[in-house]
């Protein structure tokens, strides 16, 4: 294995799996699997990319820390030679949050005196510029993930919010530097006196020029962009172009599984809803106990080839409410309990196609559908929209997973997802 990612929840793991076994032409990508927590057996030797999903976003800082260190040494003994601590590429994470204090954890274990921090992904409307975080062109703070029910990002201002979880200097490579080439940003980043430093990108082109100059970065922290032009660096040596992953596609009985309020999901949701049938979870119903994983099986299986839709989804308004009446913690472990226990039914079943929307509810899926078949390791398919692509686990009677960020996806997304598993392309 030569690239290790570690990614704070499922979705962004997804994501920078794409981004590595797709690479750039003409060299391509890197043979990846993605592993729904840290495996307890060693990887297949033929795997050149490995990429694990915590679930430490959200997670107390100790416990963060202390599984990020755990896969960083499990990524280490399958011989990785360059790691990447992957978050959101809209840098989700409270003033106390996990970012600083997991990055400084990886960067003393590896001993890594500079450290890049860059969440640009341009081509889902993610840039950086002069330290300040941008979607689509609008200021982090104004997109609407200041209404984030777990993670509301109130700044815009990266380098400034990563200073408040780091008792290290965080300074700035900025785009001046970026376009004058990788030498450049090499030497921007290995002379800056800080030992954090906010990399300013706002293009693709910005991103591969990163990866040239990171070449020797034993650490590196970002969202999946930052990983767009790693790939290369270890293809070049060999001279010769990755077999990549083969995916031919699944057919079966389908579902879709959406535990996210963001108002891409809402609106995939609207839409998907106007010739499927759809089941709106009631919250206050799961927390009593009247509404679970029966209720929800039982609305899938009465709709048998109509592709429907469960989803826990609302304004961030209906967000607070639910949460003031019954506590955040409270609501988020009943439905990731109940996203996990119907998806286990579902996979136990016969369901081979499943599409899940929400980075904590993609969690709690794929490690449920992982436990249920007994396969950790996630193959990486063809891209359904950009930082989304399909999954296949399991290898005598495989299942299709697509695990989608809030934010991300085209509005037709889970009728494209399902099809795209069905098809192969």
């Not at 009985?253 to 996210?260: E, K, R, V």
Request: aromatic share 6%; with cysteine.
């Amino acid at each position: 294995m030569r690239i290790g990612v570690i990614a704070d929840d499922f979705t962004g793991a997804s994501d920078i799996a794409n981004t590595l076994a797709k690479g750039v032409e003409p060299e391509g990508g890197l043979r990846t699997a993605q592993f729904p927590g840290i495996p307890d057996l060693p990887a297949d030797e033929e795997i050149e990319a490995g990429v694990i999903s915590l679930k430490s976003r959200t997670a107390p800082v100790e416990e963060a820390v202390a599984d990020s260190l755990r896969a960083l040494r499990w990524l280490a003994d399958q011989g990785c030679q360059q790691f990447i601590f992957k978050y959101c590429s809209t840098f989700d994470s409270t003033m106390e949050g996990n970012i600083g204090p997991v990055a400084e954890a990886l960067a003393n274990e590896l001993g890594a005196q500079k450290v890049v921090f860059c969440p640009a992904f341009p081509t889902t409307g993610r840039t950086v510029y002069h330290g300040h975080l941008f979607v689509l062109g609008k200021l982090l703070h104004e997109s609407g993930m200041e209404n984030h029910p777990l993670t509301p990002m109130t700044d815009a201002n990266i380098k400034r919010w990563l200073q408040h979880q780091t008792e290290e200097a965080v300074g700035l490579v900025p785009v001046d530097a970026v376009k004058q080439g990788s030498k450049a940003i090499a030497t921007a980043w290995q002379n800056a006196d800080e030992r954090f430093v906010i990399g300013d990108a706002i293009s693709d082109e910005d991103l591969l020029t990163w990866g040239e100059a990171l070449k020797n970065a034993k650490l590196i922290t970002g969202g999946s962009g930052i990983a767009l032009g790693l790939p290369r660096n270890f293809l070049r040596e060999t001279s010769s172009k990755s077999a990549g992953s083969v995916f031919t596609g699944i057919a079966g009985p389908a579902a879709i599984l959406a535990g996210s309020c963001s108002g891409a999901t809402r609106g995939q949701i609207e839409i998907h809803a106007k010739s499927h049938p759809t089941f709106a979870i009631d919250v206050p119903g799961v927390m009593s106990g009247d509404v679970t994983a029966q209720t929800l099986l039982d609305f899938f299986k009465a709709h048998p080839d109509q592709t429907p839709l469960a989803y826990s989804s609302g304004s961030p308004e209906d967000v607070r409410a639910i949460q003031g009446q019954f506590g955040q913690e409270a609501v988020a472990e009943k439905l990731d309990n109940l996203f996990a226990d119907t998806a286990r039914e579902l996979a136990e079943t016969g369901y081979k196609r499943l599409v899940v929307a929400g980075g904590e509810t993609s969690g709690a899926v794929a490690k449920a559908v992982s436990e249920a078949l007994g396969s950790p390791a996630m193959s990486i398919g063809p891209e359904i929209d950009p930082g989304v692509p399909v999954l296949s686990i399991g290898k005598s009677e495989p299942i299709a997973l697509a695990l989608k960020s809030g934010n991300f996806g085209a509005p037709d997304f889970f009728s494209k997802a399902l099809r795209m598993m069905e098809a192969g392309k």
